[in-house]
């Protein structure tokens, strides 16, 4: 079974540029998380995603980012305009809403996005 | 707000030597993770830790979780290079069903010396 996969791993823009982050998650997996790492920091949780439905945004930093999950599968993180301040490692998590595994979070291998 | 602190933020330890990865959290939670990650790879699930006294082992690695200390420990057992990588800890926030996120630690760097 295939497992969470992120594109691109890696992106360098600049400051002003939009970016947009790319989350397949794992098949059949109704939630889809996003979290972000930056420099020196914890991993924050930034929003919830139930199949298309936005169940929980409030770790979203502003409305510079928007995500969007339609029809369910995959989702994008989009950032525009970029900010210096936004550069840091993007994860993508998912699991199924019942069955094996519902209480763990997969996640993908992150994009590392630096803005300059 | 759910807070949760990890420590140490980094470990050098020789191989074959024990040590004890410590996560505090600051409000009760129904659920505990560990996770493993490797350079440039994904968070892997080591441990979910459910109750009151749960302890579970894999290989060398032994994760418990004592919820009226609201305190988690991962325990290396005769280390080996092979256990190098960062470690986290992660707290489940469940509000009545409104969200399920987690709330991560710092994350502590282990690196294991021949």
């Known amino acids: 079974e295939a497992g969470v996969t992120q594109f691109p791993s890696h992106s360098v823009i600049e400051k002003g540029q939009t970016v947009t982050l790319r989350c397949d998650p794992i098949s059949g997996h109704d939630n889809l998380y996003w979290y972000r790492r930056v420099m020196g920091k914890e991993i924050k949780f930034l929003l919830h995603f139930v199949k298309e439905s936005k169940q929980d945004e409030s770790g979203m930093p502003n409305n510079r980012f928007l995500a969007e999950r339609t029809g369910g599968t995959y989702s994008t993180l989009k950032v525009q305009p970029a900010e210096l301040e936004d550069s840091g490692v993007y994860f993508c998590a998912s699991s199924p809403l019942l069955g094996p595994g519902w209480d763990t979070q997969y996640f993908g291998p992150g994009t590392r996005l630096t803005v300059l | 707000e759910l807070k949760v602190e990890q420590n140490p933020l980094f470990l050098s330890m020789q191989e074959g030597k024990n040590y004890t990865i410590y996560c505090n959290y600051s409000?009760?939670?129904?659920?505990l993770y560990w996770y493993r990650q490797d350079p440039g790879k994904s968070l892997e699930s080591l441990f979910v830790l459910l109750s009151n006294g749960a302890v579970k082992q894999e290989g060398r690695l032994m994760a418990s979780l004592d919820t009226k200390a609201r305190l988690s420990t991962l325990h290396i057992t005769a280390a080996v290079h092979d256990l190098s990588a960062t470690y986290f800890c992660a707290v489940h926030m469940n509000y009545g069903g409104a969200t399920n996120k987690l709330i991560f630690g710092t994350g502590t760097l282990l690196a294991v010396q021949p």
């Open positions: 409000t009760t939670s129904d659920r």
